[in-house]
């Protein structure tokens, strides 16, 4: 998987988890609130400490991980 500078992956910080770097914020809480229909700017307002290439980051850094999946058909 390619480098993402916005996000780290520490096992000191939730569990292991990828997190927007120096934060507690997972790729997760923001993809989960991407997929209920928050718009950028709603997280923003809820993590004024992000930004919108932070967003981007996390939304680019979960597709990467999804295309270097590895499929067992059975």
């Known amino acids: 998987m390619k480098k993402h500078n916005r996000i780290e992956m520490n096992?000191?910080?939730?569990f292991g988890k990828p997190v927007i770097k120096n934060?507690?914020?997972?790729?997760?809480?923001?993809?989960?609130k991407l997929a209920g229909?928050?718009?950028i700017?709603?997280?923003i307002?809820?993590?004024?400490h992000?930004?919108?290439k932070d967003i981007l980051a996390a939304?680019?850094?979960a597709a990467d991980y999804l295309a270097d999946?590895?499929?067992a058909f059975v």
Request: aromatic content about 4%.
């Open 37 to 39: 229909e928050m718009t």
């Open 59 to 61: 939304h680019e850094f």
């Open 11 to 14: 096992p000191e910080i939730m």
């Open 41 to 43: 700017e709603e997280i």
């Open 23 to 32: 934060t507690r914020i997972t790729v997760e809480q923001i993809m989960r």
């Open 50 to 52: 992000l930004t919108r």
């Open 45 to 48: 307002t809820d993590h004024p």
């Open 69 to 71: 999946e590895e499929i």
